[in-house]
């Protein structure tokens, strides 16, 4: 799936919840449904320093394409992670890149994405695609 | 005079707010007070009727500002009871004054010196410490605190000796709201020869404290902890001691006479008032103090202290809540975690419903390392707080519970 179609079933999908405690919910479901990251590679470097909950980020390539697995202690924080990892997961390095984050206000999450919001969350999306461009060069090796 | 917690909401306006749809419900007071109309209205009139710098025109508007300014400081003495006007510093606001202080000592302290900090200080009472210890040679050492979040006192004993130089503890633990006994701290510390500085950062909305009678050497805090501004605060010294520090920051209004040769400061305060301060900030702080003290302290205190009771009771009915700082001396402030569940969590769901708390380490991490977590939710009440209030914080944490677990 492309990733301008994957964000745009993302903010239909957040468009049947009207009420904040819906979206809310369903964002929790989504961080309880993410799949666990191997516990070996919640490592010190793999720590996305946020202020107030960890978020672990692991990337790795697969045919050609960059496979994100991630964590966090906190389960609001777990569930934009699971979308972010949705949108940014299996797709190629120049993707990632280039792909814009306009989703986040669409869906509704935007205040969590704000970057004096003390969660981790705006570093985690450069780290991500600090990994995309890192892959990117060693491909072009 | 009867207290009257509606009437006293109407001189604050933020609190008229609505967030997320909600009336505002603001229990981050440990973080900064809201302020009244009165503080809000000496602020626009200064900056409306006689704005101008201080201390050396000799225009009419200046000479006005001087002496608003200067009235100020004559009512934080009183309020501290603090026995002359020079001894009374106006910074920038506590961290200011802290590291005002800790400069000075790296002129009195060597290698083999000891000074003494609490286990449950905020980080601006910890660094300029360690910074002071890296550049004396001097040794940072640590009172340890308990379960219950109090400080070890035979602990504390063992660790004076004639090394100890300096000890400085809070009044109040920010991020758990306990009294610690500044009375019997100081008198030790004196036994041993240490000078004492206590930071009253937390305390000062709560605890109207006099500085004379306790003996204290140095006292810091800030007005907007109290209803007043933000970005103005006050250093208090002994005399003895503010005349031996040296200079803090060099420049306009601290010195008696300038040559490319030398320059000779300027007596107390102004010896360490370099620059031109904030005005507007140190005359609304006189206001703030003024007003709170039209309330009075005690019976600030013994409302907020039923609030804390009954806040305390309603929270411990839901399951899995742990209240970290239980001691029965503390200020309305309770610190607490849900079973399992991250307090940024919590933070993120009872703000949705208007509710503002703080969640996080409280910038004081040594408190969390010693619970082992990684933080805590904070509802920090005001006299201007309600039971009403307290009732929407619990439907809340109830609800981020039931979403959350």
């Given at each position: 799936m492309t990733i301008t179609t994957i964000q745009e079933e993302l903010i239909d999908e957040f468009s049947l919840f009207d009420d904040w405690m819906d979206k809310y919910e369903h964002l929790i479901e989504l961080g309880k449904s993410l799949p666990l990251i191997d516990?070996?590679?919640?490592?010190e470097e793999r720590l996305i320093k946020g202020c107030q909950s960890k978020v672990w980020l692991h990337a790795e390539m697969t045919d050609g394409k960059v496979v994100f697995t991630a964590d966090s202690d906190a389960i609001i924080t777990k569930g934009i992670i699971a979308v972010l990892v949705r949108v940014f997961?299996?797709?190629l390095p120049e993707t990632i890149i280039n792909a814009d984050t306009s989703f986040i206000d669409e869906i509704g999450l935007k205040e969590h994405l704000s970057?004096?919001?003390?969660?981790g969350l705006v570093s985690m999306i450069k780290q991500m695609k600090l990994y995309a461009v890192a892959f990117q060069a060693q491909q072009k090796k | 005079m009867s207290f009257d917690v509606q009437k006293i909401r109407e001189?604050?306006?933020?609190?008229k707010r609505k967030v997320n749809g909600h009336s505002l419900v603001y229990l981050d007071n440990a973080a900064t007070s809201q302020k009244p109309q009165a503080v809000i209205d000496c602020m626009v009139d200064y900056y409306s009727n006689y704005n101008a710098n201080i201390h050396?025109?000799?225009h009419t508007l200046s000479q006005e500002a001087t002496d608003a300014y200067e009235v100020a400081r004559k009512k934080i003495q009183n309020h501290f009871g603090?026995?002359?006007?020079?001894e009374v510093i106006f910074t920038s606001g506590t961290t200011h004054a802290i590291n005002l202080v800790a400069n000075g000592f790296s002129s009195f302290l060597k290698k083999g010196d000891e000074v003494l900090v609490s286990a449950m200080e905020h980080h601006s009472n910890i660094v300029p410490w360690q910074m002071l210890c890296e550049r004396t040679g001097a040794t940072l050492k640590v009172i340890p605190m308990n379960e219950t979040g109090e400080l070890v006192m035979e602990d504390f004993e063992k660790l004076l000796?004639?090394?100890?130089?300096l000890v400085f503890v809070n009044h109040?633990?920010?991020?758990?709201?306990t009294i610690n006994p500044i009375e019997e701290i100081i008198i030790k510390a004196h036994k041993v020869g240490a000078a004492v500085l206590i930071d009253g950062a937390q305390s000062c909305a709560h605890i109207k404290p006099n500085l004379n009678a306790l003996d204290v050497d140095f006292y810091v805090t800030s007005a907007h902890k109290m209803c007043g501004p933000t970005g103005v605060g006050m250093l208090y010294g002994k005399k003895e001691w503010l005349e031996k520090l040296p200079p803090y920051q060099g420049g306009?209004?601290?010195?008696?006479e300038v040559t490319f040769e030398k320059t000779t400061y300027a007596g107390?305060?102004?010896?360490?008032?370099?620059?031109?301060?904030n005005i507007a900030g140190g005359i609304a702080f006189g206001a703030a103090i003024d007003y709170l003290n039209e309330i009075g302290f005690k019976e600030i205190t013994a409302y907020e202290d039923g609030l804390l009771s009954y806040a305390t009771l309603e929270l411990l009915k839901i399951e899995g809540l742990k209240i970290y700082g239980t001691s029965k001396?503390?200020?309305?402030v309770i610190s607490f975690n849900l079973d399992g569940i991250h307090p940024y969590d919590v933070g993120t769901i009872v703000d949705k419903l208007g509710i503002a708390v703080r969640t996080g380490h409280h910038c004081a991490q040594p408190i969390m390392d010693y619970y082992k977590i990684p933080g805590t939710v904070r509802a920090s009440f005001s006299f201007y707080n309600t039971k009403e209030e307290v009732d929407k914080l619990v439907e809340a944490v109830k609800r981020a519970k039931m979403m959350l677990s």
């Open positions: 516990a070996s590679l919640k490592t997961s299996n797709q970057p004096t919001r003390a969660n | 001189d604050f306006p933020i609190l050396r025109g000799v603090i026995t002359h006007p020079e000796s004639e090394s100890t130089k109040v633990s920010n991020a758990l709201g306009g209004e601290m010195i008696k107390l305060p102004h010896k360490f008032e370099a620059g031109t301060p001396n503390k200020t309305s």
